[in-house]
């Protein structure tokens, strides 16, 4: 007889934890302990669970790298207890968050899967409870006694996302992700299918997980737009202790070719200031040179984010400028894929 996956779930906060009092009309935290008395279904899941919960749910707007921290701390701690985690956090914020930890869990080899849900758990039309049965039932999901799903993951509205390929896109429909340069990891229909091509492969050798808990936050994002002023941009690259900058550029990674601008860029990156070149686009990539309005920014040594997200190229950049790394490592290190965050 086999042992039953153990899952531990993780809640952190957001809508997918609250329940409307009826008399009252306001919204509470809901406690997880009592998970199958609100979703029965649950116990068809062959797997026994656990829950744990911050002692004050934090809203996603008030997220920050503390608390990313708390998340990995209790995944460190439980890790070999447990052959799953799916973390529920709220969604405004978890593209950011998930981004992270994909890069502070080095040799990850069990599923860690966020969820959330648009309405609360107690409402008549949540999506929570799909969301989170079936990112149970991906974490529970193993073959020949290995999991699956190795790695960060997002999961909402019927499909699962590596976790940092992906970006919310509407605030009030279900669908509220998307991953527009990564196909999903699993689709969920009248069967649960796993795209198996398109996850993280692992090598056999077993290594102990490691948790990178530093993450510098010193960054900005420096969106352009046409109009801009070199007023605007000179006083955020003056920010004090600033260390890296998201240029999110036009297109294919384009920015104005005004000599002021790129002076500006230089002067930064000639002081330490590490910054990366990410498209404004939903989709595709920064391709570094392909236009004359880019090849100028390859020149002076911003670095190309290739087709990384914004919310990820924030979450590699506090991670990397947290490594002790020369110039010409961050680099390399920065457009290489970590964690599958992009293409290569």
């Known amino acids: 007889?086999?042992?039953?996956?153990?899952?531990?779930?993780?809640?952190?906060?957001?809508?997918?934890?609250?329940?409307?009092?009826?008399?009252?009309?306001?919204?509470?935290?809901?406690?997880?302990?009592?998970?199958?008395?609100?979703?029965?279904?649950?116990?068809?899941?062959?797997?026994?669970?656990?829950?744990?919960?911050?002692?004050?749910?934090?809203?996603?707007?008030?997220?920050?790298?503390?608390?990313?921290?708390?998340?990995?701390?209790?995944?460190?701690?439980?890790?070999?207890?447990?052959?799953?985690?799916?973390?529920?956090t709220g969604s405004d914020t978890m593209s950011y968050i998930s981004s992270a930890l994909s890069f502070m869990f080095e040799n990850l080899c069990k599923p860690v899967i966020f969820t959330g849900s648009q309405l609360p758990i107690g409402d008549l039309r949540t999506d929570a409870k799909e969301n989170i049965i079936t990112s149970i039932e991906i974490a529970c999901a193993q073959k020949k006694g290995v999991p699956v799903v190795q790695e960060v993951c997002l999961y909402f509205e019927y499909k699962l996302y590596r976790a940092n390929r992906t970006t919310k896109i509407n605030a009030d429909q279900f669908e509220a992700f998307t991953s527009m340069n990564y196909p999903p990891l699993a689709e969920s229909g009248v069967k649960l299918d796993f795209n198996t091509h398109y996850l993280k492969k692992y090598s056999k050798t077993k290594s102990n997980l490691i948790v990178r808990k530093n993450l510098v936050t010193d960054v900005v994002v420096l969106k352009l737009f046409p109009g801009i002023t070199e007023n605007t941009i000179k006083n955020m690259l003056a920010i004090p202790n600033l260390k890296g900058v998201v240029l999110e550029s036009y297109g294919s990674g384009n920015a104005p070719t005004a000599s002021w601008f790129l002076n500006l860029l230089e002067k930064a990156i000639k002081s330490g200031i590490k910054i990366v070149n990410v498209t404004q686009c939903a989709g595709g990539s920064v391709q570094q040179g392909h236009y004359e309005t880019s090849f100028n920014l390859k020149k002076i040594g911003v670095i190309s984010g290739n087709d990384i997200t914004t919310e990820t190229a924030i979450a590699k950049l506090m991670y990397l400028l947290a490594e002790d790394l020369t110039e010409k490592e961050f680099r390399k290190y920065y457009e290489t894929p970590l964690r599958g965050e992009i293409t290569t």
């Open 1 to 88: 007889m086999t042992n039953k996956p153990r899952i531990l779930i993780v809640y952190t906060g957001g809508t997918i934890g609250m329940v409307k009092d009826y008399k009252t009309k306001a919204l509470k935290a809901f406690d997880f302990s009592q998970i199958i008395q609100k979703i029965p279904e649950i116990a068809q899941l062959n797997c026994v669970l656990e829950s744990i919960s911050f002692e004050e749910p934090i809203d996603s707007s008030n997220m920050n790298t503390a608390f990313y921290v708390n998340i990995a701390e209790i995944i460190e701690q439980n890790y070999n207890s447990f052959d799953g985690f799916v973390v529920l």
